[in-house]
Every structure is written in C-alpha cells, then in structure tokens.
C-alpha cells in the first residue's frame, strides 16, 4: 500500500501536465478508467475484511473527490486555452466598415410637419383639410381680397383651366372651411397644413411650400391670446428660452395683423450672420378680419379670433440649421440621408437640464 | 418706397437720431429694409472761382483754366468744356474725389498739362441746369456762399436713405414723406405734422364733364414760367438719391409731390391740348399711346381723361405722349384729383402699368392732398411761375364717423387699456372724437371700421404692452383626421422597409408625362395657365414622372442604389372641376449596386413585391389591395416581370412591374422597378389589423419538400394546391410553408417548400405530421406535381 501513499500527488501532478482535452482524458482513464488505478484499487477493496475496507474505501473515495475536483478544473482551463488558440486564429481587422444597414425615412419636410401638427394638437387644435386646388371664393373673395385688391399682388399665383379655380396661395381657406363646417359652434381650434403655390422662385422662395394654418374661434378671444399661443409655439419648437417680437403688419383676412419674429436660434438673439439683428421672421398673424368671420358664419359682434401661418420649410431650416432651402425640394438622397432626428431646441434644453 | 432721413425732418423738426426712427417705422409696421448713408461724394467738392484761361498747348479743344480756391491757393485745371470765364464761379473736385460714376479723380496728364482733378459740369454732379447755370457745359454758380464752400454744405450735409417695405394697407397712408413723418410724430409723441393750405380754385371754364364716382375729385391749374428755372438743388438731391433721375422743373416738382405728399400730379403741355377737359370711361377700342410710347387698346373700364377729341391720358396711371411736356415747355396744365382706387389697380394691372402714380392712386390716396398738392407746386416756382387760372370739379366727401366702442376694441386686443389712453393715442394720429364717433382723418383712407381703428391703437400703444394670456377653458388635445392618419401610417411603413420618401413638385408637362401617363384611358389634366416654366404647364396626373426624374438625376449624381417612394395627391378635370386623389409610387434601382465591402447582390423585383407586401400588411391594407396576375399593362411596364394590383372589386388600382430598360435609357438606370397605385381616398380605406397570435410552447418540427412542376404552372399554383390539402389540418394545428429554394433543372422547374407544424397544446410527433405529408404528396402527384426524392 505504500505506492498508494504518493497518489494524490501523482494525480495531482499528472492533471497538471496534461496539456489539452486529449492527454488529461488519458490521464482519467489511467486512473479512473475501466482498469485504472484507482478504479482496480477500489474495486479489490472486497478482499479486505469489513474493518479495513471501510477505512480505505473512504480514503479511496477522498482521492476520487480529489481527482474530479482536480480534473472539472483543469479540463475547465484548458477548454479556455484551446478556445483562446482558436479564436486568435480568426482575427478580423476590426477597423474595416461593415454593410450600411438599409433604411428609410420620411422626408425632412414630412417629419417637421408632423412635429409641428403635434405641438398644437397638444394646445388643443383639430387637424382640418383642405384642396389644393381651391376655388378663388376660398382662396380670396372669402378671405377679403377682392379681385382687383392691392392684397392679390403679394401673392402672386397659378393659374389654371377651371374656370373659379387657383392653386391655393395659403392654407388660409381652411379658415373658412372649418367654420363652415363648425357651423357656428364656439370654441373652435383647428390647424390644417399642407402644400401651398406662388409664382415666385429665387435663392429664397419656392413656387411650393408647405404652411401651417392654425385658427381659434371663442367668445372673448383676444390679441392677449395670440400672443400666449405664438410663445407657447415657438418656446415648443425652437427650445424653452425663445423669445418672441412681434411687429404690426397687414394679411387682408386679419386685423390686426402682426408679423411674428423669434429670438435667433443660432446666437440666441445676440446678432450673427443668419439674422442679422437677433431675430428671425417666422409667421404671419392677427385677429381675423371680422369680414372673413362673417364669410364663416360667424357674428363679429360676438365672436372674436385669431389666425397664423406659418412656413413649415422655414421651421424645418430653423431646427436642422441648413441654409438652402431650395436644396429641401432637389430630393437629392445625399443631402436628405444627412437629416438627423429632431431634437427642437435640444442645445437649449440639454444646457438646462445640466444646469438643475 | 425710398425716403431720406433730411426729406423726413422737412415735415418733423427735431427728428430722433436715425436708429430710433429705424425703431420707430419697424414699431408702426414699417419694415426698413436697408439703410444707406449718402453725400459724403459732395464734402471735397468746393466752390473756386475762375481767374485766368488760356488755350492748351496741344489741344484745341481744351483749355487751361486757373482757378483760386477758398484757401486763396490758385490751381490750374485742363477742362474740355467751352463755358467758364474769368469771374464765373464754378465747383471744382480736387484730387480724390470719388465721382457718382465711381471713378476716384487724380492728376491727369492731359496732353503734356498736369491737371489735379476737374472742374464739374451739373450732369457729373447728379444735377440738371439750365442754359444759364451752364447747361451740359460746367456749372456756373450764382450763389452768394463764399469760395471753398463745399457743395455738400450746400445741400445740407451727409443724408440717409431709408429703403421701405410697405404692405398694401400702408401704401394707402404711408407712401409718402408727410405720411410717415405722421406716423412717426404719433410714436414719438410729437405734434402733426402741418400740411399745406389748400389751394383756392378759380372758375376758368377748361373742365366739362368728369365721371364723379370713379373721380370724385378732379382739379386743373393753369400755370406758366416766366423765365427758365432750375428745379431747386436740395429737391433734385433728395430725387436722386431715392432713384428718380432730375429731368425737368415740371416732371421733377410733380415727381417730388408725389413722394413727399403722397399726391400723384400731372402735366399737359396746354399748348397741344383742345380744352375743355372731361373725365370719362373710355370707348371699346379707343387707342392711346401712353407716355412709354406704347399704343394701348382701351376698354370701357378704364377712366380716361380726355379732351374735346380723344383720350390725353390714362386717368391716375399713366399720361399720354402726344400732350407730354418736355424741358422747354413753359405752359401747362396741372392735374390734381383724386381716383376711386379700384379702378385705378384694375387698369394698372390690365394694362400692366406699375406707374408710381398708379401705385399711389390704386391704393388710396388723400382727397385732401388734391386741394392743396397745387398750393405746394406754386410754392415751389417762385417768382418764376404764374397761375393762369384754375377749376376744380366735384367734392371732398365726408368722411362716415366710427362709432366708439372701448370694450369692444379692449376685448380684441385682449387688453385694459382705458378710453383715455387709446383716444390720445388715435388723437396723435389725427383721428378727433365728438361724444361716442371717431372722425377719420382724410389721409386714412384704409380706416373704415371699428377693427380698424383697433389696428391703430396696437399701433401707436405697442404691441408689447399687450399682455401675454393663454386661452382658457378645457383643452382636449386635439385629433388628426382619420385620413392624415392613415397617410402619415403607409409612408411611415415604406420608410420602415428602407425606402426614403421624395417630395416632387406638382407641375409637370404632356412631354414630362409621356411614356408614363397611358394616353387613350387617361382623364383630362389640369393646366397651369401661367407657368413658371413651359414644362411646367400642367399639374400632375400621375407621380411616376417626377419619381422617375428624381431617380434620373440622384444616378446623374452618383452612381447610387435607390429606394424611393412618394405618397401625394394627382390631379384630374372632371368637366369644370378639380379632382385630387392621392397616390403612391415607389421606385426601387435593381442594377448592380456600387463596388462595395462587403459585397450585397443586386435587388429584384421581388424585394419591391416583399416590401409591397409587408407594408400592406402592416398598414392592414392586404385585403385592401392584392396582387394578381395582370390584364392589362401600362407600356412602360415589363411585360413578363408585372403585377396588378387589384381592389376587393378586382378593379386594377396599380401596377407593380420592372420597366421596359428602352425608358431608361435617359436615367442612368439598366434595371428598375416601379409601383403605382392609386390608394384611393384614405378615410375609407377597410383597415383589418394584422392578427396578433400567441405564440406556441412547444417545438415546432419541419419537413423540407422539393417539387417539380408541370410548365404550366407557377409557384402560386403549387401554394394553392398545398393550402387547399392543408385546410382541415390546420384546424388541428399549425402549418406554414416557406419557400426555401427554388431553381430550374434538368426535370423543369423544382421547387423546396419549408412545411413547418406546430401545436399549441403538444410537441407533434411522426405520427400526426407524416399522414400530412402523404395526402400532400397524393394530392399533388394527382395534378402532376411531383416530390423529388
Ligand atoms: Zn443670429
């Protein structure tokens, strides 16, 4: 029994040495295999009297415990290094580029609609529709321009074979659509956006824009409200530290009339190259004109409101800081894939947010 | 318009510094577009008068003349012109001077004589004279000033010129220097500024019959020169620099009024004219030939002023060239009126005449302004002119009082402003109030109603003094309409298969639409009747030219794959009306895409077919619209590579196909495929949600098939069949197939089918799946579709 006195060595020893799966499986066999060692020795244990075989059968299973402990984490090791040498042999050059992932997107114009839509659907406004090609009692005469009126000449239009007809100017004829679809019921919100047509092009105007229209009828509205609203708007889309000025100006379906400028989202209203003075113009507003309520259905003497619109492409530069609004309706897909998500106002609100 | 900052002082002494009346126009709702300081051009040039000529060595046509300056320092200069003789005092520019042409003066050598800088003529100075004061020759001083007196003290120093943007509504009160100079004392609390007198007229008999309702005021003053004048220096100055080139005394006083009193005139050589005078509408097809030197055929709309044989002039727009006055002309006849203002637009924009007299007089103008316009013009000849008589037809009317309402305009401004502070505020407008009505004052024009006067109130008050309120009442947030929402859903969808969305421009043209528009079942288009461009002549009945274009110039780019898609409206005539129906396209390139790592293979067809597909099933529209075989094929589609895309009442809405490559050819494209389809109107779209089913627990176990198919049949063919043997199955549990493989061999077409089961209540075993299998391949070996083995 001598020799057995140096086995926990020896097995410890030879689990050490092997070197990979297939030698230490060898080393299992040799000792615990069919004919190994450790399994004879216990196996002839029944030749020992009772007293004896006890004893040396809980010595034999010590070992045993020993060696699979030994074993499970040496094979536990050597599973790691062989692993190791394999995956060193399938090294990539993780500085090359993989595939594009293949992806859409809604165009620029599109989301920034959608974006400004929301803000007023949250303030309570109804989304109203309208054609885009509108007879000229809802694109003028219904909005107080009279045909041979100054008021025709600041929009210049197109014209078409429909006798009555005209691409619409402005969103503004959803004005009186709407409240002849309210039928004189107070309160009334509504916005309506969409495409819009005039007869100018150059580095600034397009003969297509896209307008949002945003009307409210009520019993005591008053110019107070318009301004809120206009705060509340621009602090929505162009971060919580806008400001707003409002300058007197003339829209024939509105009266007063105010054109409406927002503090520069670029240098915050201290003057840069994009604005100028600080302030950017940024829509069109006022109380409607108490011929056009009349034109609704609406009794002035009664009711008051008011009316914006405001264009959505001038938005959508504001937010994503481009400078060519032509380029907006190129569809050229390298300039429309470098449109990022919309964070309105995120400079502002991030700069806030670490502040608190 | 063009103001200057000196024209303004003339009627409001004590004018702020510039910035603040910059301040003050953009408060009233004047938007100053630039600024431009003017004169400093006149601060070297100085008077010197001449002491000495002699004829230049070498020239004959130039002299040499010494002049002595106000520094008492003598200077001789060579100088072409004939005029200038000892003792007549001129302007000469030293060296230095920078000229109206933009060339700076030096020290010429001309012809071997040094000469530092020039003596002037008038015309180099911006000016027009006289014979006396030297004509186009040198200008010959008679002032008093004393020599080295510059020419811009004389003219009052350095100026500034306001160049304005004026809405329609200020046009009608604001288009002059009195008119804003009044608007500027109501913001700087500063009394009115003071209008002349108006003019007393006589009883000559030069005025016959005048059309009063389009003309209600019609005046004509004879008047003549004594002697030749120079319109005064200061007047021809402040012309210039707002844009209007000095002419003549008549033309440039008339030119004058008109900018600083808002009143257009006019002059007629009384010579050339067969009195007396009458207003009238004109003839059907009476000519005139306008002052342009345009012959113009008249209609009955417009107003005409005319003598005892034909039209002289368009009333309020434009004069006639046969009774025009010219710079030696010494009698005239000058009118002063005022025009019904709709009458005057309608024929300045029939005409297509944007006169400045037209400008004024379709906007409105100040009846007033007519009586005393005249008074103004005489002031200004002097000792020079004298009144032959005069005659003014019809009346100033009276102007319709304004009830006061200070509730009502407080409620729709939203303020609390007291009556005391908003009637002080009209007070300083020149509105007057007795007991409970409001006089408008005659050059408010645009002030008719209530609403009006609470326009002037924000004005003058501020809009920054309204408070800022937030509408009150319960907000439910509002809802979009079911059709924008169902739009917003399939465009969202196809940017979610990786197609980006285009916006293109409605108009189009026949030639833009040809090859994509069918020709024989198409509906009438719209034109456009004044387009931007010829091929932009008509609007849209189809979104496959412009998606076509757009793919066209993104390849002409770069060489790119594309996926695109637009959803917008197209438009038809039906008879006398519009029709706007939306539509979708979607284009997607199919040709080799770029040399790219890692390497992607071209798309198919079958990507657009997939996304179709999976868009429609998403939006909830794949009963909506489905897939079939196609009739009939518009020509640009491939004629072995289509699909139809048909309504629940089988009626073609679309087309789904690649396109005949011939088309492409202009593109830069060897392989595409399109998608139409008219989506109808959204809102009554049949939405079926896609069914959310729960997902099984246990295993699902598969069967790969392959199958060979008889020539006459496609894949759809062999599906159906399958689906039809799975039917009672699937009542038992779940089968699906995929297709997995599919390639032509030896024996046709062989087709590998992925038939997976699952069960919701146990793991499937041999037993329940290999019977389906047998009746499947029973079935199908009936119809002469075999397994490979
Ligand atoms: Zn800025």
Known sequence: MSDRQGWSKAMAEAIAEAESSDQLERVRLEWLGKKGRLTTAMRNLGDLPSERRREEGQRFNALRESFETRYRQRRQQIATEEEDRQLRMEVLDMSLPGPEPIVGRLHPVSRVTRMVEDVFLKMGYTLAEGPEVETNWYNFEALNVPEYHPARAMQDSFFVNLPG?????????????????????????????????????????LPMFTQLEALVIDRNVGLAD???????????????????????????????????????????????????????????????????LQNGGYNPERANGFALGLGIERVAMLIYGADDIRLLYQNDLSYLTTFGELWPGAEERSREGNSE | MKTTYHWLTRHLPDLPELDQVVAGLTAMGVEVAATESVGAEYATVELAEVVAEERHPDADHLRVVTVVRGTGQKTRVVTGASNGRPGDRLWYAPPGTQMLDGRTLGIANLRGVLSPGMLLSAAELGFSVSAEGGGEGLWIWHGEQPLGTTLLEILGGVDTVLDLELTPNLAAFDQSAIGLARDLAAYFRRPLPTQPAPWTFGDAPWIGQVDLPHAPVYTLTGLQLRRSMDTPWWMQRLLRVVGQRPISPWVDLTNFLLWDLGQPLHVFDVDRVALPIAVRKARDGERLTTLDGIERTLTADDLVIADRHEALAL???????????????????????????TGIYRTM????????????FGKGTDPQAALFAPAALVSYLGDCGEVTGSRMAGRVGERRPIRWNGDQVRRLLGVGWSDEEMLSDLARLGFDRDASNLTVPSYRPDVEALHDVAEEVLRVHGVENVP????????????????????HALAA??????????????????????????????????????????????????????????????????????????LAPVFHRRGDRPEQQYQLAVGRTLDEPPPRWPRRPPATIYDLKAALAWVLRRVGLAEEFTLVLPEALPSWAHPGRALAVVDPHRAQRGVLAEVRPSLLEPLRVKRLALLVLDVGDPATWALRSPEVARPSRFPSSYRDLSWILPESMGYADLVQRIDRVLVPVRREFDVRTALIDRFVGEHGVSVTLRVTFQSNAATLSEREIEPVIDRMVSQLDAEGIRLRR
């Open chain 2, 349 to 360: 924009r029939h005409h297509q005449i944007e006169s400045d007299a037209a400008l004024h």
């Open chain 2, 468 to 487: 800022m309120r937030s509408l009150t009442g319960p907000i439910v947030p509002g809802r979009r309409t079911a059709r924008a929402v169902r739009l």
């Open chain 2, 493 to 566: 969808a196809w940017a979610e298969v990786g197609y980006w969305e285009i916006v293109t421009s409605p108009f189009t043209s026949a030639e833009r639409e040809a090859g994509w528009v069918a020709t024989e079942s198409a509906t009438e288009p719209i034109a456009v009747q004044n387009p931007l461009r010829p091929e932009d002549s008509r609007l849209r009945r189809s979104l496959l030219p412009g998606l076509v274009e757009t793919i066209g110039q993104n390849r002409a780019r770069r060489d790119q794959e594309l996926a695109v898609f637009e």
């Open chain 1, 226 to 292: 318009l301004k809120g609203t206009l705060l509340t708007m621009a602090r929505e889309l162009f971060g919580p530290r806008t400001q707003i000025r409002l300058r007197p100006s003339y829209f024939p379906f509105t009266e007063p009339s105010l054109e409406v400028d927002i503090s520069c989202v670029v240098c915050q209203g201290r003057g840069c190259a994009v604005c100028q003075d600080g302030w950017l113009e940024i829509l069109g507003s006022g109380m409607v004109h108490p011929t056009v």
């Open chain 2, 315 to 341: 009333a309020g727009v434009m004069g006639g060239r046969a009774t025009a006055v010219t710079g030696e002309t010494r009698r005239v006849l000058l009118e002063s009126a005022h025009f019904e203002p």
């Open chain 1, 165 to 205: 007809y005209v691409l619409r100017t402005q969103t503004s004829p959803m004005q009186i659509r709407a409240m002849e679809k309210a039928r004189g019921t107070l309160p009334l919100r509504v916005i309506s956006t969409g495409r819009v047509y005039r007869r100018d092009e150059d580095s600034t105007h």
